[in-house]
């Protein structure tokens, strides 16, 4: 039976703590790589820029001059899985909303709206989703509730949160003549489109 020399015990010795080495690095590394770290001011705020929302089987648009959330990030600086909350936005100011029918409207949260990153950055842009978005909308004799989720992405070199879809509906039955004369129905799909610039945001990732 050959017999093992010392140099080749040192050599599967070094092999192994090398393999070992790389082994413990490695669970770690891919456990932060499905992390992002939040951080930012207390509160935080999202201004809305060119904000509007559209009915889309109506086809009826309101815009708003105004449309600002308002909140706190949760535990800033710490490291969360993607997916779980950044932040709650429990404060909306919004002004001159308009309808080209309707005319002024006014909107209020009925909630509290949440903030989350959903996956890695790619550059400097993550997918982002708002949750939770609930809010009452009073127009002249029209009166309605939405509620439903808009995705988007955020990009940390701007701080910009823009729009890429959303699954938004009217969630009641509309009250008031004007809103079948707008042609508003339960289950009607909202369309969003603008942008949310969140001041001192940044994202890490991990």
């Known amino acids: 039976m050959k017999k093992l020399t010392s140099r080749v015990l040192t050599g599967l010795a070094a092999g192994a703590l090398a393999s070992a080495t790389v082994a413990a690095m490695s669970a770690p590394a891919q456990a932060a790589a499905d992390t992002y ?4 001011p207390d509160p ?3 201004v809305g820029n060119d904000v509007a929302f559209t009915a889309d089987e ?3 648009t309101l815009t708003c001059e105004t449309f ?3 909140g706190s990030i949760s535990n800033s600086g710490t490291s969360r899985a ?3 909350s950044a932040g709650t936005l429990p404060d909306l100011t919004s002004d001159n909303c308009t309808n080209p029918i ?3 409207t006014v909107v209020e949260p009925t909630g509290t709206w949440d903030v989350a990153i959903t996956g890695a950055e790619v550059g400097s842009v993550s997918p982002a989703v708002l949750r939770d978005v609930t809010a009452s909308v009073s127009a ?4 309605f509730n939405v509620a439903g989720t808009v995705t988007g992405d955020f990009d940390d070199s701007t701080g910009v949160f823009a729009p890429t879809g959303s699954t938004l509906v009217i969630s009641d039955d509309p009250q008031g ?3 079948t004369l707008l042609g508003i129905a339960k289950g009607q799909s909202i369309s969003v489109t603008g942008s949310w610039t969140a001041q001192g945001l940044t994202i890490t990732n991990p």
């Open 177 to 179: 003549f004007i809103c």
């Open 82 to 84: 993607f997916g779980e």
């Open 68 to 70: 600002d959330l308002s």
């Open 140 to 143: 002249a004799s029209c009166d």
């Open 102 to 104: 309707a005319g002024d």
């Open 58 to 60: 109506a086809g009826q």
């Open 44 to 46: 935080v705020v999202f």
């Open 37 to 40: 770290t939040p951080t930012g």
